[in-house]
């Protein structure tokens, strides 16, 4: 009987320096997540002067320098990190800890496992809107660059205000679509880039496919109402890859109002001149007379 109850105090010692063990390896992990996420925010906030200062500051260790964020969304995207990782260690220890209370309980194990999954996921959908929202200015630009048209809709549905609309068309122009910009112009947007940095505006037209541009016009868009977009043909005949693009190209942007003898500075070939350098004829029968 001694012996017996030797080995059962034995037993429970063992599990209960077990328990300690794991307690602490825990606890050394979460406060390790917790001063990694610290410094991160910490970083981040010395970001913020060396942003709005322009510092300019660096951190130096063992002879290595490492620069401090210097542009906001470098700010934002730290801070938003640090955040992150503190909020995983403390929602990651209360699991534990719920798990571990419900020892023998195997449906609330599950049930608890199944919930802080859930919660994950939710969280992980969260910080995907704010990531593509800080990146792209709206989830309307980013589903204007080859997302789902129908998710462009539901958008739109909510009547977007005109920033929205003039990072949405931005977008739509980069990644050339043109059914997302059909459905932009068809909800009141326009390409004079109103809302966008003087230094950002520029006609969404310029070197833009030619059901891109035919989309554009058909739906009004004039010279007058596209910024710096006076030298649109020159573009559509400098940069085409085959005669039969650069006419077409030429074609609907002259029917639309754009000259064909403007060009840029650093280049005063006509369009109709490098056309004849590059021995496109349907292009040079587009352009007529001009240039």
């Not at 023998?104 to 194990?109: D, F, I, S």
Request: glycine share 10%; proline share 3%.
């Amino acid at each position: 009987m001694s012996a017996f109850c030797d080995k059962f105090r034995s037993t429970n010692e063992e599990r209960r320096m077990a328990e300690s063990k794991t307690s602490s390896d825990v606890g050394i992990v979460g406060l390790l997540g917790i001063l990694i996420g610290g410094a991160c925010v910490l970083v981040a906030l010395v970001g913020v002067l060396n942003t709005a200062f322009d510092l300019n500051l660096a951190l130096s260790v063992s002879g290595t320098s490492t620069p401090l964020p210097k542009h906001w969304d470098e700010v934002f995207g730290v801070a938003a990190a640090g955040v992150l990782i503190m909020a995983l260690t403390v929602f990651g220890g209360f699991v534990r800890r719920k798990f571990t209370e419900a020892k023998g309980k195997p449906l609330l194990r599950v049930g608890i496992l199944l919930g802080a999954f859930a919660l994950l996921v939710m969280a992980g959908r969260g910080l995907q809107i704010v990531a593509l929202t800080m990146t792209y200015g709206s989830m309307l630009a980013y589903y204007s660059t080859d997302g789902d048209l129908d998710d462009v809709k539901a958008e739109l549905a909510g009547k977007p205000d005109r920033a929205a609309l003039d990072q949405a068309v931005d977008r739509a122009a980069q990644y050339n679509n043109a059914p997302a910009l059909a459905l932009l112009l068809e909800a009141g947007a326009d390409m004079r880039g109103s809302t966008l940095p003087e230094a950002q505006r520029r006609c969404a037209l310029v070197g833009k496919s030619y059901e891109f541009i035919k989309t554009a016009i058909d739906h009004g868009i004039k010279p007058d109402a596209c910024p710096r977009g006076e030298i649109a043909v020159w573009e559509a005949v400098k940069f085409a890859k085959s005669d039969d693009e650069a006419a077409k190209n030429v074609t609907l942007l002259l029917g639309g109002g754009w000259s064909a003898s403007a060009t840029p500075d650093y280049d005063k070939r006509s369009p109709k001149k490098i056309a004849a350098e590059k021995k496109w004829s349907k292009t040079l029968q587009a352009l007529g007379d001009a240039g």
